[in-house]
């Protein structure tokens, strides 16, 4: 059993920045990977990012390719997405997701255990 909580959301102004953070807890973490994705008001979830706890290899959706950042601290079992240059369009709840044997997927469908989300609001 795995449990997620992410954290560090809030209300933004477009172009700022803004770090989530996935602090997992479980056995076997190491054996997972994970990903971010969100979910707006009347739309369906989506890709934000992904990657594994013992590589730097990361997938990211194209729409935020470039401005934001998945990165993971081991030492804390903490996942992060780090966003910069912020835009409405980004205003969802993200959650942070594990997937069991390590296999970097794109859906959501994969993944085996999901945080409660925090919301990400940005403002024009």
């Known amino acids: 059993q795995v449990q997620l909580i992410e954290s560090g959301g809030g209300l933004v102004q477009a172009t700022d920045s803004l770090r989530l953070s996935c602090a997992a807890s479980?056995?076997?973490?190491?054996?997972?990977?994970m990903g971010w994705f969100r979910q707006a008001p009347g739309k369906e979830r989506e890709f934000v990012a992904a990657?594994?706890?013992?590589?730097?290899?990361?997938y990211y959706a194209d729409s935020v390719k470039g401005r934001f950042t998945i990165s993971r601290d081991g030492a804390k079992n903490t996942v992060y997405l780090q966003m910069n240059s912020l835009k409405r369009e980004d205003t969802a709840v993200y959650h942070c997701?594990?997937?069991?044997?390590?296999?970097?997927?794109?859906?959501?469908?994969?993944?085996?255990?999901w945080g409660q989300g925090t919301q990400v609001t940005v403002s024009s």
């Open positions: 997701a594990a997937s069991l044997g390590g296999i970097i997927a794109l859906g959501g469908g994969k993944y085996d255990y």
């Open positions: 990657g594994t706890w013992s590589s730097t290899r990361a």
């Open positions: 479980g056995r076997g973490l190491s054996a997972y990977a």
